[in-house]
């Protein structure tokens, strides 16, 4: 049941080739480098298995209910994310200016990859670094190996140079699969890096069983149950985790849906989605921890676990080399599959609504968001003195896109689908159960809502 999309999208073309299709694009873009270093380090910070257990009913609660809707949004609409959410409002007899939310979602995540990019350029150095056998040289370094690394780390943020080398580096590949379309860029991209970010991740968690001791005490810390340290803290963060973790709020997902065919059953896939993200979190903790408790290094250190503390854990180690440029190959596919992700809405956007060539919208936005990416790169080294309400531009982006921009597109779509699109409407578009479309129903009107409210409230304080 689509709504009237334009002829660009209605193409028959311009669909996923299968369900595995999807769902690897889809958890691609979920997996991201929050899932490497802050999944793993919260639920051990907050309790275990017990925050897992309150992370999981976030999901069921918030992040799955949304899911389903954006998706489901983007297959009726079979448009832009701006298109999607107008066309199904006016089907519903409401305003067309609800596609103001589509709008949202697509400005965010465009902002969120100019700082994003400047990251993922970090990996590429990362594995340049790992190879060319830098951390194994700081380990014999005068000043020793933790000072060393770290003045590794701190002189590729100073250099603006090699920010910039790195950071186009990034965006070009992220432009080349997108501006290849999505049978040939995205599909194709996506079941060649994910199974390869799988084959990797486990590949490590064996060596760190194999070649540490510590892997029984990361079994305990991120799965033994500390109920003492579940509090209204550990829920907010919980909550946030579900919410930012499967890509919400971005309009990613109403891209991604509206290539969807009608046949695909919309509840199932995002389930998928939602346990392979949680999967590749919960495995990358017990690939780095080992390796992160066997060196005596602090767990909680943050994007700093990836970038300073597990690079001293590889210049210790045999076959560091090695191992640690397999990590940071990981570390690079994750940033990779979440980029081109970023990049396809705003694609997407220029193809359906404005009838431009893919080629020429994915090389147009791409360097938009390339040169805006100049300013927070050089808020790392020549512009650090330049601050908005105490923030470098990096922080700053940060911080308005995932504590104010996300969080209310999220509101607003669970407040769209929830109470202002009829019952029979959302039954036909999802084909659930009776049982099944209740439970979503009552999640996405109430329980959703409320809890992105929250995630907005805690992020704003």
């Known amino acids: 049941m689509a709504m009237g999309a334009s002829t660009v999208a209605s193409d028959a073309e311009v669909r996923w080739s299968s369900r595995l299709a999807f769902v690897l694009a889809a958890t691609g873009s979920a997996v991201g480098l929050g899932n490497i270093w802050k999944f793993p380090y919260?639920?051990?910070?907050?309790?275990?298995?017990?925050?897992?257990?309150?992370?999981?009913?976030?999901?069921?609660?918030?992040?799955?209910?949304?899911l389903i809707s954006e998706v489901m949004l983007g297959r009726l609409g079979r448009g832009s994310p701006v298109h999607s959410i107008g066309a199904v409002a006016r089907a519903a007899g409401r305003s067309g200016a609800w596609s103001a939310v589509g709008k949202l979602g697509v400005v965010a995540v465009l902002m969120i990859l100019t700082f994003y990019s400047v990251v993922g350029g970090w990996t590429l150095a990362y594995i340049y670094f790992a190879a060319d056998a830098r951390f194994q040289a700081a380990?014999?370094?005068?000043?020793?190996?933790?000072?060393?690394?770290g003045a590794l780390f701190s002189g590729l943020l100073a250099d603006p140079w090699a920010l910039l080398l790195w950071h186009s580096l990034f965006m070009l590949l992220t432009v080349v699969i997108v501006a290849r379309g999505v049978h040939g860029g995205l599909?194709?991209?996506?079941?060649?890096?994910?199974?390869?970010?799988?084959?990797l991740l486990l590949g490590l968690v064996v060596y760190a069983a194999v070649t540490t001791d510590r892997f029984a005490e990361t079994v305990s810390y991120l799965f033994k149950p500390e109920w003492g340290n579940l509090s209204a803290t550990?829920?907010?963060?919980?909550?946030?985790?579900?919410?930012?973790?499967?890509?919400?709020?971005?309009?990613?997902?109403?891209a991604y849906g509206s290539y969807l065919p009608e046949r695909f059953?919309?509840?199932?896939?995002?389930?998928?989605?939602?346990?392979?993200?949680?999967?590749?979190a919960l495995l990358a903790g017990l690939a780095i921890f080992p390796l992160v408790f066997a060196h005596g290094l602090e767990p909680g250190?943050?994007?700093?676990?990836?970038?300073?503390?597990?690079?001293?854990?590889?210049?210790?180690?045999?076959?560091?080399?090695?191992?640690?440029?397999?990590?940071f190959l990981f570390v690079f596919i994750a940033a990779m599959t979440s980029s081109i992700s970023m990049?396809?809405?705003?694609?997407?956007?220029?193809?359906?609504?404005r009838g431009w060539r893919r080629h020429r919208a994915a090389w147009l936005v791409a360097?938009?968001?390339?040169?805006?990416?100049?300013?927070?790169?050089?808020?790392?080294?020549?512009?650090?003195?330049?601050?908005?309400?105490?923030?470098?531009?990096?922080?700053?982006?940060?911080?308005?896109?995932?504590?104010?921009?996300?969080?209310?597109?999220g509101f607003l779509i669970a407040v769209f689908v929830g109470w202002r699109l009829s019952q029979p409407m959302l039954r036909e578009a999802l084909g659930m159960s009776e049982a099944a479309f209740r439970a979503w129903h009552l999640a996405i009107r109430f329980v959703t809502p409320v809890g992105v409210a929250a995630i907005l409230a805690y992020g704003l304080t």
């Open 42 to 66: 919260v639920t051990g910070a907050y309790g275990g298995s017990a925050f897992v257990l309150v992370y999981l009913l976030c999901v069921a609660g918030i992040g799955l209910p949304l």
């Open 139 to 149: 380990a014999g370094a005068s000043e020793g190996t933790a000072a060393a690394i």
């Open 187 to 199: 599909e194709r991209a996506t079941k060649v890096l994910m199974p390869g970010l799988f084959l």
């Open 234 to 254: 550990a829920v907010l963060v919980a909550m946030g985790q579900a919410f930012f973790s499967l890509s919400l709020g971005m309009a990613i997902m109403l």
């Open 265 to 280: 059953n919309i509840g199932r896939m995002a389930l998928t989605v939602a346990g392979l993200d949680t999967l590749v």
């Open 301 to 327: 250190a943050g994007p700093g676990l990836v970038f300073i503390s597990l690079p001293i854990a590889f210049a210790d180690m045999p076959a560091g080399v090695l191992v640690g440029g397999l990590f």
């Open 343 to 353: 990049l396809e809405p705003a694609v997407e956007y220029l193809v359906a609504e």
């Open 367 to 409: 360097g938009l968001v390339w040169l805006v990416g100049l300013g927070p790169l050089l808020s790392l080294n020549l512009w650090s003195e330049f601050k908005v309400a105490g923030k470098n531009l990096f922080d700053l982006l940060d911080f308005v896109t995932a504590n104010l921009m996300l969080p209310l597109g």
